[in-house]
């Protein structure tokens, strides 16, 4: 391949990445002189480290090249340890990664399950309607809320009610403050605690002193067993066990985004009630959900970017990345490349109609919302089934008769520059009927 000159910024960028946030990548391209939708690698110094940004099918390709990158430690600890705990799947490579893969993705990635899981959520969800019903809600935290107690269920962690709600409510506060340098002790301190309560768990599952339902998450995270066949330590299962468990709550952001996505197209509330009561009202399997569900995903900023190590001396693009240096995948600018994308900067839940649910979405090369590649071969999230389930259950509800989402403008906007972002009022809603 031709080398042709890279595009390159020589002073450190770790600042502007704080007070850019979403904003960072494309900031970036104004900098360097690169029109603002090039895909051109760039090359810059961050965290003290040579680092490569590379969007789109290309940069996708080269981010999950196995041969070519490497995770661990390429994660900044202020992040990995709060939000993915120590030791975590996210963290591993080779081997071991594919191990403990394939037992994660075993269970979230299952259809039964997932159906499972859809069953409990639906029914969580209708106690979140009949408590809008008495009052105003919030739909991020009573999405949160609802997603986490499903999950948990889904889990087999059984838990008295007030409990369940307490462990949620650290896992939201903890995915609310970790990585922001101000807020980072608050999430520090929510891991530790949960970190605590869910080692205790899988130590009192390994002893016998609690009996695990068979075949459930929480029964084979206790048996949770590393590349060589030995059981990995308590802590790493507890971890995993969160793993499997917290990001469900993550998905009360979508929800907002979607909430806020409502308002702003009628036209589709008006669709997917339709879809939904010629359905008898179910609030699964609804297509036009699950479509506004992924192009929620598609337009709405969650993950910024991810990193990953080079193993070895190579290029994209004729940008030479050295073995050591660090390859960051541009999400935001990805999901919404015009390249990539037809009509990239308009909503419209019809592009993904054609797809025939989840799995067949994740074909789609730049559709990386919670990663790309593989999902068992690689590090994709294999909780994406899971995610647009809860996600599209949640619009259906937020669809019916007698529900109203304000369109006060604090609901419905959200700022670019904090991560990880969402309306601050979490988009009030109530109902009637
Ligand atoms: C708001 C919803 C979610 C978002 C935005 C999200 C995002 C992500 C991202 C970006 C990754 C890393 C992909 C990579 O390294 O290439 C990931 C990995 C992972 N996610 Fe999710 N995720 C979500 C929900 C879930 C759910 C519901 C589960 C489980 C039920 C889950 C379990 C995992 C696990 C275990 C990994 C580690 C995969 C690996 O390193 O091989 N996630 N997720």
């Not at 105003?136 to 999405?143: E, F, I, K, L």
């Not at 998450?217 to 059981?231: F, Q």
Request: aromatic content about 6%; charged content about 25%.
């Amino acid at each position: 391949m031709t080398q042709t000159r890279p595009a390159r910024i020589r002073t450190e960028q770790a600042p502007g990445f704080l007070r850019w946030g979403y904003l960072f990548a494309s900031r970036l391209r104004e900098k360097a002189g690169l029109p603002a939708t090039s895909h051109t690698p760039l090359s810059l110094p961050l965290l003290g480290k040579t680092s490569v940004l590379v969007r789109g099918e290309e940069g996708i390709r080269f981010f999950y090249d196995k041969d070519l990158m490497e995770r661990h430690g390429a994660m900044p600890k202020l992040v990995q340890l709060p939000l993915f705990g120590d030791k975590a799947v996210h963290t591993l490579d080779g081997e071991a990664h594919r191990v403990r893969k394939n037992a994660m993705t075993d269970l979230a990635y299952d259809d039964g399950r997932v159906a499972d899981f859809q069953h409990l959520v639906a029914g969580e969800l209708e106690a979140a309607h009949g408590r809008w019903k008495a009052g105003t809600g919030n739909v991020h935290d009573d999405a949160a809320l609802a997603f986490g107690r499903a999950a948990l269920r889904w889990a087999g962690v059984e838990l008295p009610d007030e409990e369940m709600n307490r462990r949620v409510r650290q896992m939201n506060r903890l995915l609310d403050t970790f990585g922001q340098l101000s807020q980072n002790p608050v999430a520090m301190v929510e891991r530790v605690r949960l970190d605590r309560w869910a080692t205790q768990l899988i130590q009192d599952v390994r002893s016998g002193k609690v009996a695990a339902a068979p075949d459930s998450v929480l029964a084979h995270m206790a048996d949770l067993r590393d590349e060589h066949g030995e059981l990995v330590e308590d802590k790493v299962a507890a971890v995993e066990l969160q793993n499997l468990t917290r990001p469900t709550v993550a998905v009360g952001r979508f929800a907002a985004f979607a909430a806020a996505a409502l308002v702003k197209h009628p036209e589709w509330v008006e669709r997917i009630r339709a879809a939904s009561q010629q359905a008898g009202g179910s609030v699964t399997d609804i297509p036009e959900a699950v479509a506004f569900a992924q192009e929620v995903r598609r337009t709405h900023p969650f993950v910024p970017m991810l990193p990953a190590l080079a193993k070895k001396d190579t290029e994209i693009s004729g940008c030479p990345v050295q073995k050591g240096q660090r390859v960051l995948l541009d999400f935001v600018g990805t999901l919404t490349s015009p390249a990539e994308w037809r009509d990239a900067g308009s909503f419209d839940p019809e592009r993904f109609l054609p797809y025939d649910g989840v799995e067949a979405a994740e074909s789609i090369t730049a559709f990386i919302p919670q990663g790309g590649g593989d999902v068992r071969t690689g590090h994709r999230c294999p909780g994406e089934k899971i995610t647009v389930s809860a996600l599209a259950a949640a619009v259906v509800v937020m669809c019916r008769p007698g529900v109203t989402i304000s369109s006060d403008v604090k609901d419905t906007t959200f700022p670019w520059t904090r991560m990880l972002t969402r309306p601050a009022t979490g988009v009030r809603i109530s109902a009637t009927g």
